[in-house]
């Protein structure tokens, strides 16, 4: 295979077709939860027009009686990454032509225009063809510009491995990113991971799952309480909370090595912590001097520098990724909680929301945003659910993004800066959905029992 | 507490036989001189004396009142110290101790009479660990949580209440630790309930050391909404969850 490969270990996989009509039936119950979930334009979360792409199925070029299973789920995958890139509106296949291109070869000038013309009206195009020869799943695909009578081309990508419907699914994966990238979507998201914290397993433990909600598997066996799972940015390590030794402490665990790495304890609460974006500092939130203070301490350990000498709590930093200069965070310290933004040594700190009970900060990748969740009315204890909100940082104005009368918290930028993930629902039984930041294409990720707080990767 | 009963009975039924047996003691001595020949027609004159002790058993660091008549006497020597002739006086012994009064009349006969205080080891002050399951029940008895309002950490007068009375019970038992847990409701946000029940747990903390319990037996550990004591989403049970729990300590 080509491209980097994401460290998620090997994990089961759930079959796609199954998989494709759970998401769907409970993609719908959600619209129909979600009537309202909509974006206002007053901040530039809006995307641009989405260009119309038609995905036909690939070409099977083997007889291999494995090929077409494999086609269906590499091609589900794909389709699902390109429809949930909200970059691009995905062309009805029912106004597809017949016949789709196996090879460039076969795109010539009469059936450019088939695909350009109505009904299917299509501006970009991606077909390809798969087989399986041997112990190899072979995968070609091609993105083309149909708008012009030649078609002009824009990329070409070859991928080979095992021929399962896991390593299908990952080709689909970088196939769907190489895409978005070449159309000006910045870094994909189709192999990215979200971890998160569920109880399915009796207790709460960090999980993961790819981004769609497929391979969900559990990363911690602590037997414990575990909170606020935050991944590296580099993806290898996973900093999180857990009550294992009593009061919860900062544990910091090598995907790779699938071990814990040493990491100090402090006296009194420590929690959430937050990886600097290069991936060499923590800053975290801890009531070691008796009162909640924000810190930053080396991500291998070493002594804590505290950055907030407020009375109050502080907790809940989160770095601008742009910068690694500021940080903005939560603090009570003048009554219910608000988020705040200061330097990253603890200078200049201002607070942004100006009122109700403001929590969870997320920052955008590219520095301009903040999602957070916010209980906008007064912040008494009858003042309505909580719903995630996005603060452009420059102007200070503010968009909703959920309006579902759920409690929504814990939202969590994906790496294109498009997508955001939360929690919504009882807080005994929270679920994970994705969202992109205009508001369309909500996902639910997950069924089983409470999945809360979840982390997206920076890549 | 009923051990330290029995004790106390066998000290003062030690103490009853003591007394008889000075009773004894205090029977006229014979003179050891012949009679004086000096009235005739009477009975001889001899000098007599008595003491007592009350009580006559005591713990270390208590004391007794001795107390002695005596007749016909000119001098009184208590333990070789002369008094008057009739007197008491408090002592307090550090261990089991005779008293012995010697009399002399003018004639230089003499008389006695003797009062053993026995001294005990006081007991042991008061177990706090008379059995576990006891302690548990007295503690679960005594030692009340502490209730907040809708996302504060300060404390109301009737959690002050509470913990004046929970200072008391720890104060009267030293070796006893506690963990004071931070507790919140659902309905805020998880980390924050975090951090809020952390305050709630150092507010609580904090004032038992102002009542002046000792803050190195109290550690504090904050459970946000993770452990709810009531599971039902309204406001009596929210209630219920909002609070610090005073937990005996390993």
Same mark, same amino acid.
């Given at each position: 295979?080509?491209?980097?490969?994401?460290?998620?270990?090997? !994990?089961? !996989?759930?079959?796609?077709?199954?998989?494709?009509?759970?998401?769907?039936?409970?993609?719908?119950?959600?619209?129909?939860?979600?009537?309202?979930?909509?974006? #206002?334009?007053?901040?530039?979360?809006?995307?641009?027009?989405?260009?119309?792409?038609?995905?036909?199925?690939?070409?099977?070029?083997?007889?291999?009686?494995?090929?077409?299973?494999?086609?269906?789920?590499?091609?589900?995958?794909?389709?699902?990454?390109?429809?949930?890139?909200? !970059?691009?509106?995905?062309?009805?296949?029912?106004?597809?032509?017949?016949?789709?291109?196996?090879?460039?070869?076969?795109?010539?000038?009469?059936?450019?225009?088939?695909?350009?013309?109505?009904?299917?009206?299509?501006?970009?195009?991606?077909?390809?063809?798969?087989?399986?020869?041997?112990?190899?799943?072979?995968?070609?695909?091609?993105?083309?510009? &149909?708008?012009?009578?030649?078609?002009?081309?824009?990329?070409?990508?070859?991928?080979?491995?095992?021929?399962?419907?896991?390593?299908?699914?990952?080709?689909?994966?970088?196939?769907?990113?190489?895409?978005?990238?070449?159309?000006?979507?910045? /870094?994909?998201?189709?192999?990215?991971?979200?971890?998160?914290?569920?109880?399915?397993?009796?207790?709460?433990?960090?999980?993961?799952?790819?981004?769609?909600?497929?391979?969900?598997?559990?990363?911690?066996?602590?037997?414990?309480?575990?909170?606020?799972?935050?991944?590296?940015?580099?993806?290898?390590?996973?900093?999180?909370?857990?009550? &294992?030794?009593?009061?919860? #402490?900062?544990?910091?665990?090598?995907?790779?090595?699938?071990?814990?790495?040493?990491?100090?304890?402090?006296?009194?609460?420590?929690?959430?912590?937050?990886?600097?974006?290069?991936?060499?500092?923590?800053?975290?939130?801890?009531?070691?001097?008796?009162?909640?203070?924000?810190?930053?301490?080396?991500?291998?350990?070493?002594?804590?520098?505290?950055?907030?000498?407020?009375?109050?709590?502080?907790?809940?930093?989160?770095?601008?990724?742009?910068?690694?200069?500021?940080?903005?965070?939560?603090?009570?310290?003048?009554?219910?909680?608000?988020?705040?933004?200061?330097?990253?040594?603890?200078?200049?700190?201002?607070?942004?929301?100006?009122?109700?009970?403001?929590?969870?900060?997320?920052?955008? /990748?590219?520095?301009?945003?903040?999602?957070?969740?916010?209980?906008?009315?007064?912040?008494?204890?009858?003042?309505?659910?909580?719903?995630?909100?996005?603060?452009?940082?420059?102007?200070?104005?503010?968009?909703?993004?959920?309006?579902?009368?759920?409690?929504?918290?814990?939202?969590?930028?994906?790496?294109?800066?498009?997508?955001?993930?939360?929690?919504?629902?009882?807080?005994?039984?929270?679920? !994970?959905?994705?969202?992109?930041?205009?508001?369309?294409?909500?996902?639910?990720?997950?069924?089983?029992?409470?999945?809360?707080?979840?982390?997206?990767?920076?890549? | 507490?009923?051990?330290?009963?029995? *004790?106390?009975?066998?000290?003062?039924?030690?103490?009853?036989?003591?007394?008889?047996?000075?009773?004894?003691?205090?029977?006229?001595?014979?003179?050891?001189?012949?009679?004086?020949?000096?009235?005739?027609?009477?009975?001889?004159?001899?000098?007599?004396?008595?003491?007592?002790?009350?009580?006559?058993?005591?713990?270390?660091?208590?004391?007794?009142?001795?107390?002695?008549?005596?007749?016909?006497?000119?001098?009184?020597?208590?333990?070789?110290?002369?008094?008057?002739?009739?007197? *008491?006086?408090?002592?307090?012994?550090?261990?089991?101790? $005779?008293?012995?009064?010697?009399?002399?009349?003018?004639?230089?006969?003499?008389?006695?009479?003797?009062?053993?205080?026995?001294?005990?080891?006081?007991?042991?002050?008061?177990?706090?660990?008379?059995?576990?399951?006891?302690?548990?029940?007295?503690?679960?008895?005594?030692?009340?949580?502490?209730?907040?309002?809708?996302?504060?950490?300060?404390?109301?007068? $009737?959690?002050?209440?509470?913990?004046?009375? $929970?200072?008391?019970?720890?104060?009267?038992?030293?070796?006893?630790?506690?963990?004071?847990?931070?507790?919140?409701?659902?309905?805020? *946000?998880?980390?924050?309930?975090?951090?809020?029940? $952390?305050?709630?747990?150092?507010?609580?903390?904090?004032?038992?050391?102002?009542?002046?319990?000792?803050?190195?037996?109290?550690?504090?550990? *904050?459970?946000?909404?993770?452990?709810?004591?009531?599971?039902?989403?309204?406001?009596?049970?929210?209630?219920?969850?909002?609070?610090?729990?005073?937990?005996?300590?390993?």
């Amino acid at each position: 295979m080509n491209g980097p490969i994401p460290c998620p270990p090997p !994990l089961p !996989l759930v079959p796609t077709p199954a998989r494709l009509r759970r998401r769907l039936a409970t993609g719908l119950l959600f619209l129909l939860a979600l009537p309202l979930l909509h974006a #206002q334009a007053n901040i530039s979360i809006r995307s641009s027009k989405k260009l119309r792409l038609a995905l036909p199925e690939f070409a099977l070029t083997s007889g291999d009686p494995a090929a077409a299973s494999l086609e269906r789920a590499f091609h589900d995958v794909l389709h699902n990454d390109l429809d949930q890139s909200g !970059l691009v509106a995905m062309v009805s296949p029912s106004t597809y032509p017949l016949e789709s291109p196996a090879k460039p070869a076969a795109l010539d000038q009469a059936k450019v225009a088939g695909w350009a013309n109505p009904p299917t009206s299509a501006e970009r195009l991606v077909f390809g063809n798969l087989r399986v020869n041997g112990n190899v799943l072979q995968v070609e695909g091609y993105l083309y510009d &149909v708008t012009q009578p030649s078609a002009a081309f824009l990329l070409g990508k070859r991928y080979a491995d095992q021929p399962t419907e896991a390593a299908a699914r990952v080709m689909a994966h970088q196939f769907a990113d190489a895409i978005i990238e070449k159309l000006g979507g910045g /870094p994909g998201i189709a192999s990215s991971r979200i971890v998160f914290i569920s109880n399915r397993s009796g207790s709460k433990e960090v999980w993961g799952m790819d981004y769609d909600g497929a391979n969900q598997q559990q990363i911690t066996t602590l037997a414990s309480i575990a909170y606020s799972p935050r991944l590296s940015p580099d993806g290898t390590k996973l900093a999180f909370i857990s009550y &294992v030794s009593g009061t919860p #402490q900062i544990k910091i665990y090598d995907l790779l090595t699938r071990h814990y790495l040493p990491f100090p304890e402090f006296a009194g609460t420590n929690i959430t912590p937050a990886w600097s974006p290069d991936g060499r500092k923590l800053a975290f939130a801890s009531s070691m001097s008796g009162d909640m203070e924000l810190y930053v301490i080396d991500a291998t350990g070493g002594t804590p520098r505290r950055l907030t000498f407020s009375k109050g709590n502080d907790l809940a930093p989160v770095w601008n990724p742009k910068t690694g200069a500021q940080i903005a965070f939560v603090s009570d310290r003048t009554g219910s909680p608000q988020i705040y933004v200061m330097d990253a040594d603890g200078t200049n700190q201002q607070r942004l929301t100006t009122g109700g009970y403001a929590v969870s900060p997320s920052w955008s /990748p590219n520095g301009q945003l903040l999602a957070f969740s916010w209980r906008r009315m007064g912040g008494g204890e009858n003042s309505g659910e909580f719903d995630i909100y996005f603060m452009e940082l420059a102007s200070r104005n503010i968009e909703q993004l959920t309006h579902n009368g759920l409690r929504n918290d814990y939202p969590s930028w994906a790496p294109d800066g498009r997508h955001v993930v939360f929690q919504s629902g009882s807080p005994s039984r929270p679920q !994970l959905f994705t969202v992109t930041a205009d508001g369309s294409n909500p996902t639910r990720l997950t069924n089983t029992a409470a999945n809360e707080m979840p982390n997206w990767s920076f890549h | 507490m009923r051990y330290v009963n029995a *004790s106390q009975f066998r000290l003062i039924l030690a103490g009853t036989v003591l007394t008889l047996a000075v009773g004894c003691h205090k029977k006229p001595q014979p003179p050891i001189l012949p009679p004086a020949p000096a009235t005739p027609a009477g009975p001889a004159i001899v000098p007599t004396v008595t003491i007592q002790a009350n009580p006559t058993a005591i713990q270390r660091g208590q004391s007794t009142l001795l107390s002695w008549n005596s007749e016909h006497a000119v001098t009184l020597e208590l333990n070789g110290r002369r008094v008057n002739l009739t007197g *008491s006086q408090q002592v307090a012994p550090q261990e089991s101790t $005779d008293y012995t009064a010697l009399v002399r009349d003018s004639n230089g006969a003499t008389a006695n009479a003797s009062v053993r205080v026995t001294v005990t080891e006081p007991p042991a002050p008061v177990s706090p660990h008379p059995t576990s399951e006891d302690l548990g029940q007295s503690f679960d008895t005594n030692v009340k949580d502490v209730f907040f309002d809708y996302d504060q950490s300060g404390l109301r007068a $009737d959690g002050e209440a509470a913990l004046r009375q $929970d200072a008391d019970y720890l104060k009267a038992h030293p070796n006893l630790s506690i963990v004071i847990e931070g507790h919140c409701d659902e309905r805020g *946000s998880a980390e924050y309930n975090i951090a809020l029940g $952390d305050r709630r747990a150092n507010a609580v903390r904090d004032y038992l050391v102002q009542l002046g319990v000792d803050g190195s037996r109290v550690k504090t550990v *904050s459970y946000g909404k993770e452990k709810p004591f009531c599971a039902e989403s309204n406001e009596e049970c929210w209630q219920q969850n909002r609070r610090a729990h005073l937990a005996r300590g390993q």
